[in-house]
Structures are given as structure tokens and as C-alpha cells.
């Protein structure tokens, strides 16, 4: 019995209907001198620990790969920045607060595979639309020194009339802290004197970030 290979079981079933190392494989086309594409594929996400250790890996650990030259690390970086660029341009198009999945998705891409702690904000319009995203402070494994001053600066800079804020956990751990309860309190009051608001603060990690606005925090 002839094997289906994966680029025509997408062609039958659906992209969907595909395994992570068939996907994988038709991605990168085809293997090398020494290895077919799929088992170099199954060898990346037994390497990396599945896809998201995959796609998370810096382009030298990527080239130090069986299979894996230049061409096919570089492939496998723009398809995470693709991503990224994708669940940004859905925001954009919308209002997060009618799309809390997409904020949720977007603010993951950007923050959860981060080796340390990262602060960061969406600044927002008077509809709630998206102006810009940025990454505001980065610090150690233990933590991150966030300061209201520079985030009103910033919301200032953008024209920002509302604001949500996320900062990820290196441990993989959503629950806040009572640190990040504290600092979520100085930065709703010093962005109050200023009339911007702050709609929620998501704690990053390992499963769905943890709203602290549905928790009754801000």
C-alpha cells in the first residue's frame, strides 16, 4: 500500500488533517542528501520539544540542526514573524476589547517564549483601536522594574486614550503576583491623572493568560 505523502494528504483533507511533523514537512519541501524531509522533521520537533521549542529556537541552533541549512533555518524564522505579523493585522482591524482571543493570542506571540521578563503595552485610541504595541521594560528571570512615569510618557507619545498593559512569566506560571498587583495599581492611578485609561493587565505564561480585569484587579 502506497504511503500518503503530505503534501497530498493536504491536498485531500485539509491542512488541518495534517500531523505537526507532516506540516513540518511540507513546509521545509524536502530533506537532504542523507535524511527524507519527514524524518528530518520528526528528528526538529523530538529536538526542540514539539513545535512552539521549534519555532522559539535562535537561527544558529536552527542551523546546527540535521537537514537544517541557511535557507531552511531562515524559512522557519519568517514563518513565526508571519504569525506574528498575522494575529497583529487582526487586532488592528478590530476592536480588542470585541476580541479578547485575538488580544490574548497576539500579546502571547509576542511575550510567552521571551527567557526573561518582559513589561509591555498596546496603546489604544479613543475606540479602543490599536495605535502600537511596544516592549517597554525587560528584566531579569526574577522580575522586571516597571515605571508609571514612562508608561504615561509613552501612552503621552501615541496619542493613547486607553491602554493594556502585559508582562510575561519566565516560569510559565499566569498567576499574578502581588507585585504585579501593586504595580497595576500605581499604573491605573498615574495614568488616571492624566484621563487614560488602563482596560487590563495580562500576566503571560505557560496555557491562557490570566486577565487581570476579569479578576476583579483593576
Known amino acids: 500500500m502506497r504511503m500518503v505523502r503530505p503534501r497530498e494528504k493536504l491536498a485531500s483533507d485539509g491542512a488541518a488533517a495534517l500531523t505537526d511533523v507532516e506540516l513540518l514537512a511540507v513546509l521545509l519541501g524536502t530533506g537532504s542528501t542523507e535524511l527524507p524531509v519527514q524524518d528530518v522533521a520528526a528528528g526538529l520537533v523530538a529536538e526542540f520539544g514539539g513545535l512552539r521549542g521549534l519555532l522559539g529556537a535562535r537561527q544558529d541552533d536552527l542551523q546546527r540542526q540535521r537537514g537544517l541549512g541557511p535557507a531552511k533555518s531562515a524559512q522557519l524564522l519568517a514563518v513565526l514573524e508571519l504569525s506574528r505579523r498575522y494575529l497583529r493585522e487582526v487586532l488592528e482591524r478590530g476592536d480588542p476589547l470585541e476580541n ?68 510575561n512569566h519566565p516560569s510559565g506560571v499566569c498567576e499574578p503576583s502581588l507585585a504585579d498587583q501593586a504595580i497595576t495599581r500605581r499604573l491605573k492611578d498615574a495614568l488616571a491623572l492624566l484621563d487614560i485609561r488602563l482596560l487590563d493587565h495580562f500576566v503571560i505564561g505557560d496555557g491562557e493568560p490570566v486577565s487581570m480585569a476579569a479578576r476583579g484587579m483593576i
Open 100 to 167: 479578547p482571543s485575538a488580544t490574548e493570542q497576539y500579546l502571547k506571540s509576542e511575550l510567552r517564549d521571551h527567557p526573561h521578563e518582559v513589561f509591555a503595552c498596546l496603546f489604544l485610541d479613543t475606540r479602543h483601536r490599536v495605535i502600537a504595541f511596544e516592549e517597554l521594560f525587560h528584566g531579569t528571570i526574577d522580575g522586571a522594574t516597571v515605571y508609571p512615569r514612562v508608561v504615561a510618557e509613552k501612552a503621552l507619545r501615541h496619542g493613547a486614550a486607553a491602554l493594556i498593559a502585559a508582562h
